[in-house]
Structure formats: structure tokens, C-alpha cells
């Protein structure tokens, strides 16, 4: 089993920056692909962001693109998230979740699915983001 852990969450003020931290523990080697995704008021879960573990290639939804940046550090097992330019419209409760995914290596470079589109195995509790108006 893989466990989640997530801090950083808060309140800021609009057009503030929060960043996120996730670790991951237990059987790390599981896992390929770290992310966010986010559940607002009243609204279905979206996926945020994530990243391809060693591979080091990110994904994001189009909200949040050029906004938002995802990296990893390996030597803790711990993904950030840098959230940017928030917006009212960002706050939610932000789940970092992790999976097990194929990537094929062809002549153009990695094939890679993207992680935003579901397949998640593990979920962390939640962080709540509240972005004032």
C-alpha cells in the first residue's frame, strides 16, 4: 500500500501563491505518476495536475495551465504543486492521488497517458485552498 500525505493548504488573498507538498510512504515503487485533483463547492472532482515520476513530465488542465507548476523531488518522494495567480474559482479541497501507469518509449519520445483522465490507485485526505475575493 501506498500512503498520501498532504500540506500546504490555506487561505490566501486573489492573485496570491500557495504551494502544496504531498509524500508518499510505504511501497513507493508502485507508483509512476503523482498528482492533483480538486473537488470545489457543489462541483464534481477535476483533475488539477500531475507528473510522470522519473520521467519527469507534468499534465494540467487548461484552468490552470501557465498558472500552476508541478515538480517532484525523489529523494523525499514528495510532489509539489506551486499554485500561482490564484483565483476565486480555485478554491476546493485538493486531493493528491498516485498510480501505476504504462508509458511506451517511441521514436518521437515517451507515449504518455494522461493521469488527469483517471486511474488513480491512492488518494491523500485532502488539503482544503480557499482563495478570498
Known amino acids: 500500500q501506498v500512503q498520501l500525505a498532504e500540506s500546504g493548504g490555506g487561505t490566501v488573498e486573489d492573485g496570491g501563491s500557495l504551494k502544496l507538498s504531498c509524500t508518499a510512504s510505504?511501497?513507493?515503487?508502485?507508483?509512476?505518476?503523482m498528482g492533483w485533483f480538486r473537488q470545489a463547492p457543489g462541483k464534481e472532482r477535476e483533475g488539477v495536475a500531475a507528473?510522470?515520476?522519473?520521467?519527469?513530465?507534468?499534465h494540467y488542465a487548461d484552468s490552470v495551465k501557465d498558472r500552476f507548476t508541478i515538480s517532484q523531488d525523489l529523494t523525499t518522494n514528495t510532489a509539489y504543486l506551486q499554485m500561482k495567480n490564484l483565483m476565486p474559482e480555485d478554491t476546493a479541497v485538493y486531493y493528491c492521488?498516485?498510480?501505476?501507469?504504462?508509458?511506451?518509449?517511441?521514436?518521437?519520445?515517451?507515449?504518455?497517458?494522461?493521469?488527469?483522465?483517471?486511474?488513480?490507485?491512492?488518494w491523500g485526505e485532502g488539503t482544503l485552498v480557499t482563495i478570498s475575493s
Open positions: 510505504g511501497n513507493i515503487y508502485s507508483i509512476n505518476v
Open positions: 492521488a498516485a498510480g501505476l501507469k504504462s508509458a511506451k518509449q517511441g521514436p518521437m519520445g515517451w507515449d504518455l497517458p494522461n493521469p488527469l483522465e483517471g486511474g488513480m490507485d491512492h
Open positions: 507528473i510522470w515520476l522519473h520521467i519527469d513530465r507534468a
